[in-house]
């Protein structure tokens, strides 16, 4: 089986065990995921989400952010970690939005990554989630189940997105990578992951060689 034919086959599987492919994180519009994704660098979904609302509801647009105190936004993203780096960010990236690209949120990569505090995984999640462009988001998740499987074999970001932007169907890249922070949350759990209720175990490199070994 080539990486194209696997990589088909877990897209219908985890399409059949995750029929809502959705993000994790709660938003209204593009800025507030673009703010709710830096926030969850080296930080849980779940956190974010309880962070956000009283952030949004203090903060209700661009300009409320880009006049927004640092020392504020640190007090309310407190416990999202890495606090004054994030807040700094938050309101660095609005001002060059209102600056630069006409109070939006880019819709191309390059652009989207001269934010401050912006890399290519929320940028790929800001041009597939909203822009509706094929997108690969490099997160732990997708990292290490693409690796199990057999995708790939590199824990680098960039090279990971690559290699699967080469042999997933465009239009089904996006879906696949919120699909996978499900199973990874669910099923392939990191240093433990279930094999023997895995959808993909049939396919799966690490799972084949774990439930051989298990006979």
């Known amino acids: 089986m080539t ?4 990589a088909l086959e877990a897209v219908e599987a985890l399409k059949k065990r995750y029929p809502d492919a959705i993000c994790s994180l709660n938003y209204e519009d593009p800025l507030q ?3 709710a994704t830096r926030l969850s660098a080296q930080c849980t ?4 989400n309880l962070v956000t609302p009283a952030l949004f509801e203090k903060y209700k647009t661009i300009d409320d952010f880009a006049a927004a105190d640092v020392k ?5 993203v407190h416990s999202c970690g890495f606090f004054r780096a994030k807040a700094r960010d938050i309101v660095g990236m609005c001002q060059k939005m209102i600056a630069d690209f006409d109070s939006k949120v880019p819709d191309n990569l390059d652009d989207l990554t001269s934010l401050p505090g912006v890399g290519r995984k929320t ?20 990292i290490r189940i693409s690796n199990l499987l057999g ?3 590199t824990k680098d970001p960039y090279k990971v997105e690559l290699e699967l ?3 997933l169907p465009p239009e089904e890249s996006n879906d696949f990578c ?17 094999c023997a209720d895995c959808c993909m175990n049939s396919i799966c490199s690490h799972g084949v060689k774990t439930l051989k070994n298990s006979e």
């Open 123 to 142: 940028a790929n999640l800001i041009m597939g989630d909203v822009y509706k462009q094929p997108a690969v988001v490099a997160d732990t998740h997708l």
């Open 45 to 48: 979904d779940a956190r974010v």
């Open 178 to 194: 919120h699909r996978c922070v499900l199973h990874g949350r669910d099923t392939c759990i990191s240093g433990r992951p279930k």
């Open 165 to 167: 932007k080469k042999i």
């Open 33 to 35: 995921l673009i703010i």
């Open 3 to 6: 990486k194209k034919q696997k």
């Open 151 to 153: 995708l790939v074999s």
């Open 72 to 76: 504020d936004v640190e007090e309310l």
